[in-house]
């Protein structure tokens, strides 16, 4: 069930992506992520938190039920204001 749930989200994330018509480095960018973890998420080999799929959902301007059922959004959302402290390159170094 959960590699299920993985690969719809995934599909999810590559339709939207598609549909804006944005690279993986463009989506990355804007949602703060780097673009090999973005394709990992599109293939279905990351899991990420409930709180982190609330996250992307809300970026897309969806609910959560929605990114899982392929709905789309025409409009492209604002890119988001990064914190001072991101660095997706470097989370785990401390």
Known sequence: MTDSLRKKLGAGLLAQRRHWGLTQEQLAERIGVTPRYLAALERGER????????????????????????????????????????????????
């Open 47 to 94: 899991n990420v938190t409930l709180d982190t799929f609330g996250e992307y959902a809300g970026y897309f301007g969806l609910d959560t039920q929605a990114l899982l059922t392929g709905e789309l959004r025409d409009e492209l959302p604002p890119q988001r204001a990064r914190p001072a402290d991101a660095n997706p390159k470097g989370r785990r170094k401390k």
